[in-house]
């Protein structure tokens, strides 16, 4: 008689997070959900299966493309390509200079200007950037945190000349400081001085701009540098909770503002994880805005999100499978309810994306919307017996990190601020990092093109290439701006900003003043440094 042959032991199996998966889940499987008391409704506390009733059946997410390379010129004809083939927002991206506060002459922008994003260093250059375009008949992201507050002076100034009424502008400033000490780098001042340009940017906005988000607390850029997603809602919600003190503790009303915040968080390969990240992320939210801050307006409680698709999951080999990538972390935003969405460009691990790889990434944001019936009905995997069980799953273990990075409090509400000086955050996320690069190495974790599936033919991919000579003519731009401007009420602009720094007067009048009197980034940065000083990292080992 034959044996039977034996069964091969199924492997173990875990997401991104490490949350061991389940071969069936159903009521009886471990974290069940009980769908009495945790679905709710959409559009009602605590928000899990979307902040709004309707959703995409009352209202599309913004499809808003991240753009912005070399001068103002390039990137004006980027947006109008963009605004041409359907995009219904826009996203900028500045240079490294302009991130950190140097204009385009600074000796330390050299070789920089106009690489990773536009060089902005004056007012005119602002103009350019929006040549044609109604501020007050789009709605625009700024990807800007150090300088945030110069740039979003430099935007209503712009708005101003246009005739526009800016207290009708629609949009959002990162203005995310925290994450830059954590995991980007693109900070300028110490902490307590950076802080304060937050919550500044709180106050004024709420009187003179208040349909503008005043900060996109970001969690993607810690994804970018490898943290899980459980890390990723726990930093993120910390690094928010964080702001709300500190704007508090300025003296603000907490429903005053929280209406206005937004986040900002990545999407990831693993589609489910990514689906039940962001559910947890909102519900989390909720809870912590009504029960920990005591919010009384509903839209205090509300988590609205943008998403961008994970940059750190594109290959150089075998490109064009990143389409693929793209379509899955794009689906995984939609289905999670986020309000707007940025696709990447499948070249963008080889050079900023081309025309081509813009209208692609663009395309699969309209194919998701209205060839694949997702938008059809509200939060469609509601229910799911894995979906719900990973969004416990991923609130319980973000509640730890959450609770974790409070024990660093010494009194004072702010457990991040020390969690971070620390060290803790960066050092989690270096150990997800090098867990998860240890995993490709060892081909547990298959990236398919790079460790296995390979092959030895190539695709030639056009490349976008930044003319060489656009940075010789933007400083050419900036050095006949100063001749021209009047430098009486120039000096004059920049020394009530630096007042403005040392009195504790709310800066942003005073920043929007001297950008109209034609003072660069550069030099505005540079007033508060001679104040606030920089910010040195300290090694942590």
Known sequence: MAKTPEKTPLKTVKTSSGIPVELVYGPGSPNAFDPQTQLGRPGEFPFTRGIQPTMYRGRLWTMR????????????????????????????????????????????????????????????????????IRLDQISTSMTINATASILLALYVAVAKRQGADVRKLSGTVQNDILKEYIARGTYIYPVKHAMRLVTDIFAWAADEVPEWNTISISGYHMREAGCTAVQEVAFTLADGMTYVQAAIDAGLDVDAFAPRLSFFFNAHNNLLEEVAKFRAARRMWARIMREHFGAKNPRSWMLRFHTQTAGSTLTAQQPENNIVRTTLQALAAVMGGTQSLHTNGFDEALALPTEQAARIALRTQQILAHESGIADTVDPLAGSYYVESLT???????????????????????????????????????????????????????????????????TAVPIQRIDEALEQRQVERLRSLRTKRDATVHYAALRTVADAARNGDNLMPKIVAAVESYATVGEIADVMRGVFGEYRESVVV
Not at 98 to 110: F, M, V, W
């Open 65 to 132: 493309q991240y753009a912005g390379m070399g001068d103002a010129e390039e990137s004006n004809r980027r947006y109008k390509f963009l605004l041409a083939q359907g995009t219904k927002g826009l996203s900028v991206a500045f240079d490294l200079p302009t991130q950190i506060g140097y204009d385009s002459d600074s000796p330390l922008a050299l070789g920089e200007v106009g690489k990773v994003g536009v060089a902005i260093d004056s007012i005119e250059d602002m103009e350019r950037l929006f040549d044609g």
């Open 392 to 458: 416990n799953e991923i609130e319980q273990r973000a509640d730890e990190y959450i609770a974790a990075i409070s024990r660093f409090d010494l009194g004072g509400h702010y457990g991040m601020l020390r969690a971070i000086e620390q060290g803790y955050v960066q050092r989690e996320i270096q150990n997800a990092a090098y867990a998860y690069q240890t995993a490709v190495d060892e081909k547990a974790a298959v990236v398919v093109g790079v460790n296995d599936f390979v092959s030895e033919a190539t």
